[in-house]
Nanobody
Framework: QVQLVESGGGLVQAGGSLRLSCAAS????????MGWFRQAPGKEREFVAA????????RYADSVKGRFTISRDNAKNTVYLQMNTLKPEDTAVYYC??????????????????WGQGTQVTVSS
């Protein structure tokens, strides 16, 4: 069993920053690929970022590349998403996700078996 809980969301002005955290319990995340996804009202859930088990490989959606950074601390069983230069279009519920092992389809929501409840990020103009 893997339980994921996101935190760190909130209301921020455009151009500001937030750091999201995803804390895991039940199992260690050391062998898991981790991802962040987001979903705005009325829109499809979309890929944001992913990181491999060692933290040495990261991938980003084009829309956030250069602004967001995903990282992990396996000793703390926690994954982070640092979000800088936030834009109103970043407004969404952000979800942490995990899958055991690796995947070449890391951008697909169907590849992840475990999900957190989500944390709201709202960016005002």
């Amino acid at each position: 069993q893997v339980q994921l809980v996101e935190s760190g969301g909130g209301l921020v002005q455009a151009g500001g920053s937030l750091r999201l955290s995803c804390a895991a319990s039940g199992r260690t995340l050391s062998t898991y690929t981790m991802g962040w996804f987001r979903q705005a009202p009325g829109k499809e859930r979309e890929f944001v970022a992913a990181i491999n088990w060692s933290g040495g490989v990261t991938r980003y959606a084009d829309s956030v590349k250069g602004r967001f950074t995903i990282s992990r601390d396996n000793a703390k069983n926690t994954v982070y998403l640092q979000m800088n230069t936030l834009k109103p279009e970043d407004t969404a519920v952000y979800y942490c996700a995990a899958r055991r092992g690796s995947s070449v389809y890391y951008t697909a929501i169907t590849e992840y078996a475990y999900w957190g409840q989500g944390t709201q990020v709202t960016v005002s103009s």
